[in-house]
Protein backbone atom coordinates (compact mmCIF):
# COMPACT_ATOMS: atom_id res chain seq x y z
CA UNK A 1 0.00 0.00 0.00
CA UNK A 2 1.83 3.25 -1.36
CA UNK A 3 1.61 6.60 0.57
CA UNK A 4 -0.65 8.29 -1.51
CA UNK A 5 -3.23 5.50 -1.37
CA UNK A 6 -3.17 5.25 2.53
CA UNK A 7 -3.55 8.56 2.85
CA UNK A 8 -7.08 8.55 0.83
CA UNK A 9 -8.19 5.31 2.20
CA UNK A 10 -7.43 6.67 5.52
CA UNK A 11 -9.64 10.19 4.82
CA UNK A 12 -12.47 7.83 2.85
CA UNK A 13 -12.70 5.13 6.51
CA UNK A 14 -12.87 9.13 8.27
CA UNK A 15 -16.13 9.83 5.80
CA UNK A 16 -17.58 7.11 6.17
CA UNK A 17 -18.10 7.31 10.18
CA UNK A 18 -18.73 11.13 9.47
CA UNK A 19 -21.70 10.34 6.83
CA UNK A 20 -23.29 7.08 8.69
CA UNK A 21 -23.06 8.98 11.95
CA UNK A 22 -26.11 11.39 10.55
CA UNK A 23 -27.97 8.73 8.73
CA UNK A 24 -26.78 9.67 5.42
CA UNK A 25 -25.73 5.81 4.76
CA UNK A 26 -27.72 3.56 5.71
CA UNK A 27 -27.10 -0.39 6.14
CA UNK A 28 -24.45 -0.84 2.86
CA UNK A 29 -25.65 2.47 0.90
CA UNK A 30 -23.50 4.61 -0.54
CA UNK A 31 -20.13 4.77 -2.14
CA UNK A 32 -17.29 7.05 -1.76
CA UNK A 33 -13.79 7.01 -3.93
CA UNK A 34 -10.67 9.70 -4.20
CA UNK A 35 -8.60 9.92 -7.21
CA UNK A 36 -5.15 9.30 -6.88
CA UNK A 37 -2.59 11.50 -8.72
CA UNK A 38 -1.94 8.61 -11.73
CA UNK A 39 -6.36 8.59 -12.33
CA UNK A 40 -6.40 5.47 -10.14
CA UNK A 41 -8.90 5.56 -7.97
CA UNK A 42 -9.20 5.07 -3.94
CA UNK A 43 -12.94 3.44 -3.75
CA UNK A 44 -15.21 1.68 -1.60
CA UNK A 45 -15.66 -2.18 -2.15
CA UNK A 46 -19.05 -3.46 -2.80
CA UNK A 47 -21.07 -3.84 0.34
CA UNK A 48 -19.30 -2.29 2.85
CA UNK A 49 -20.70 -1.17 5.81
CA UNK A 50 -20.07 2.78 5.40
CA UNK A 51 -20.04 3.56 9.29
CA UNK A 52 -17.40 0.47 10.28
CA UNK A 53 -15.22 0.47 7.60
CA UNK A 54 -11.70 -0.60 7.76
CA UNK A 55 -8.30 0.16 5.75
CA UNK A 56 -9.55 -3.27 3.71
CA UNK A 57 -12.92 -2.03 2.81
CA UNK A 58 -10.89 0.72 0.36
CA UNK A 59 -9.38 -1.14 -2.73
CA UNK A 60 -7.23 0.59 -5.66
CA UNK A 61 -8.87 0.45 -9.33
CA UNK A 62 -7.19 1.83 -12.59
CA UNK A 63 -9.01 4.46 -14.73
CA UNK A 64 -11.93 2.02 -16.05
CA UNK A 65 -12.21 1.75 -12.27
CA UNK A 66 -11.59 -2.38 -13.10
CA UNK A 67 -9.91 -3.35 -9.67
CA UNK A 68 -6.00 -4.80 -9.43
CA UNK A 69 -6.49 -7.46 -7.31
CA UNK A 70 -9.95 -10.26 -6.80
CA UNK A 71 -11.81 -7.69 -4.71
CA UNK A 72 -15.06 -6.43 -5.94
CA UNK A 73 -15.61 -2.36 -6.32
CA UNK A 74 -18.58 -0.63 -5.67
CA UNK A 75 -21.49 -2.20 -8.06
CA UNK A 76 -21.46 2.02 -9.18
CA UNK A 77 -18.33 1.99 -9.81
CA UNK A 78 -18.67 3.23 -13.52
CA UNK A 79 -20.43 6.40 -12.09
CA UNK A 80 -17.39 7.67 -10.49
CA UNK A 81 -15.21 6.85 -13.28
CA UNK A 82 -17.57 9.15 -15.65
CA UNK A 83 -17.26 12.10 -13.18
CA UNK A 84 -13.71 11.80 -13.25
CA UNK A 85 -13.85 11.48 -17.28
CA UNK A 86 -15.76 14.81 -17.54
CA UNK A 87 -15.12 16.77 -14.94
CA UNK A 88 -11.07 17.14 -14.95
CA UNK A 89 -10.58 19.01 -11.32
CA UNK A 90 -13.00 16.32 -9.54
CA UNK A 91 -10.62 14.39 -6.85
CA UNK A 92 -13.68 13.07 -4.62
CA UNK A 93 -16.67 11.74 -5.55
CA UNK A 94 -18.79 10.75 -2.31
CA UNK A 95 -22.80 9.32 -3.07
CA UNK A 96 -25.09 9.13 -0.31
CA UNK A 97 -28.73 7.82 0.36
CA UNK A 98 -29.56 10.26 2.52
CA UNK A 99 -33.67 10.42 3.80
CA UNK A 100 -34.05 14.01 2.40
CA UNK A 101 -32.79 13.60 -1.16
CA UNK A 102 -34.16 10.39 -1.53
CA UNK A 103 -37.65 11.67 -0.82
CA UNK A 104 -37.27 14.31 -2.74
CA UNK A 105 -35.66 13.07 -6.03
CA UNK A 106 -39.57 10.95 -6.34
CA UNK A 107 -41.53 13.91 -5.39
CA UNK A 108 -39.42 15.96 -8.09
CA UNK A 109 -38.80 13.42 -11.70
CA UNK A 110 -36.62 15.17 -13.69
CA UNK A 111 -34.72 18.21 -11.38
CA UNK A 112 -34.77 19.70 -8.18
CA UNK A 113 -34.68 23.45 -8.46
CA UNK A 114 -33.10 25.28 -5.83
CA UNK A 115 -33.76 28.84 -6.02
CA UNK A 116 -32.80 31.99 -3.71
CA UNK A 117 -31.18 30.36 -1.16
CA UNK A 118 -28.38 32.16 0.57
CA UNK A 119 -26.74 28.33 0.99
CA UNK A 120 -26.10 28.52 -2.35
CA UNK A 121 -23.38 30.45 -2.16
CA UNK A 122 -21.57 27.31 -1.10
CA UNK A 123 -21.45 25.83 -4.35
CA UNK A 124 -18.10 26.88 -6.07
CA UNK A 125 -18.62 29.65 -9.02
CA UNK A 126 -22.04 31.24 -7.03
CA UNK A 127 -21.51 34.47 -5.00
CA UNK A 128 -25.28 35.48 -4.54
CA UNK A 129 -28.29 34.00 -3.14
CA UNK A 130 -30.15 35.70 -6.37
CA UNK A 131 -29.41 32.50 -8.89
CA UNK A 132 -31.09 29.06 -9.08
CA UNK A 133 -29.32 25.60 -9.75
CA UNK A 134 -30.64 22.36 -11.28
CA UNK A 135 -30.20 19.33 -10.04
CA UNK A 136 -31.01 16.67 -12.56
CA UNK A 137 -32.78 13.76 -11.29
CA UNK A 138 -32.16 10.12 -13.51
CA UNK A 139 -34.45 7.37 -13.41
CA UNK A 140 -33.37 4.18 -11.29
CA UNK A 141 -31.58 1.82 -13.33
CA UNK A 142 -29.66 -1.16 -12.29
CA UNK A 143 -27.81 -0.99 -15.55
CA UNK A 144 -25.20 1.24 -14.31
CA UNK A 145 -23.45 1.54 -17.81
CA UNK A 146 -26.30 2.75 -18.88
CA UNK A 147 -26.77 4.89 -16.44
CA UNK A 148 -23.37 6.15 -16.57
CA UNK A 149 -24.09 7.01 -20.54
CA UNK A 150 -27.17 8.98 -19.33
CA UNK A 151 -25.33 11.11 -17.11
CA UNK A 152 -22.80 11.53 -19.53
CA UNK A 153 -25.28 12.69 -22.05
CA UNK A 154 -27.01 15.10 -19.71
CA UNK A 155 -23.04 16.77 -18.84
CA UNK A 156 -22.43 17.06 -22.48
CA UNK A 157 -25.14 19.14 -23.09
CA UNK A 158 -25.93 20.85 -19.72
CA UNK A 159 -22.77 21.33 -18.38
CA UNK A 160 -21.61 19.52 -15.25
CA UNK A 161 -24.86 20.33 -12.11
CA UNK A 162 -22.90 20.60 -8.80
CA UNK A 163 -24.67 17.18 -8.59
CA UNK A 164 -27.08 15.11 -9.48
CA UNK A 165 -29.91 12.68 -7.68
CA UNK A 166 -30.86 8.89 -8.84
CA UNK A 167 -34.66 8.30 -8.19
CA UNK A 168 -35.23 6.67 -4.73
CA UNK A 169 -31.63 6.10 -4.68
CA UNK A 170 -29.68 9.63 -3.32
CA UNK A 171 -27.59 11.71 -4.72
CA UNK A 172 -23.89 12.02 -6.47
CA UNK A 173 -21.73 15.28 -5.33
CA UNK A 174 -17.95 15.96 -6.23
CA UNK A 175 -15.04 18.23 -5.24
CA UNK A 176 -11.34 18.94 -5.87
CA UNK A 177 -10.89 17.73 -2.09
CA UNK A 178 -12.53 16.18 0.55
CA UNK A 179 -13.35 19.44 2.32
CA UNK A 180 -15.38 20.53 -0.82
CA UNK A 181 -17.44 17.90 -1.46
CA UNK A 182 -18.67 17.30 2.22
CA UNK A 183 -19.84 20.75 1.82
CA UNK A 184 -21.34 20.08 -0.80
CA UNK A 185 -23.06 17.65 0.81
CA UNK A 186 -24.25 19.79 3.69
CA UNK A 187 -25.52 22.32 1.69
CA UNK A 188 -27.51 19.68 0.04
CA UNK A 189 -29.14 17.99 2.86
CA UNK A 190 -30.03 21.87 4.18
CA UNK A 191 -31.37 22.78 1.35
CA UNK A 192 -33.59 19.45 0.44
CA UNK A 193 -35.11 19.86 3.63
CA UNK A 194 -36.11 23.23 3.29
CA UNK A 195 -37.94 22.20 -0.05
CA UNK A 196 -39.74 19.25 1.23
CA UNK A 197 -40.66 21.45 4.67
CA UNK A 198 -42.22 23.73 1.92
CA UNK A 199 -44.32 21.30 0.71
CA UNK A 200 -45.66 20.66 3.45
CA UNK A 201 -46.95 23.82 4.41
CA UNK A 202 -47.70 25.17 0.91
Known amino acids: MDQEFEQLARQLVSVGSQLAAKGLVP ?35 NTEGESYDHRKPSAETQLHVQIYRKIPDARVVLHVHSLNGTVLSQLCPGHVVLKD ?55 YTWGQNFKETLLNIEALEFLCSCELLKRRIM
Open 117 to 171: YELLKVFRGIDTHATQIDIPVFDNDQNIPRLAQKVDDYMQAQGSPVAYMIAGHGY
Open 27 to 61: ATSGNFSARLANGDMAITTSGADKGSMLLDNIMRT
